[in-house]
């Protein structure tokens, strides 16, 4: 088996975006359907935390 090239696993290929908090990625989740325009922090845990520089790797 292959080893994949992409970091973030998405067998569904879901829509991705980069937390503002901490620069992870992040797939869609069914809880923000109504709202995907607006998410922007992967977690409670990021939305809380002050800014930080975003990681580069």
Known sequence: MK???NPLRNPHNLP???CE???R???WRRKWAL???EVRY???ACRAAPKK???TT
Request: charged share 30%; proline share 14%; net charge positive.
């Open 21 to 23: 908090a901490c620069g």
């Open 3 to 5: 080893p994949q090239k």
């Open 25 to 27: 990625p992040y797939t």
């Open 16 to 18: 991705v975006k980069t």
């Open 53 to 55: 520089p975003k990681r």
């Open 35 to 37: 709202n995907w325009d």
């Open 42 to 44: 992967c977690s409670d």
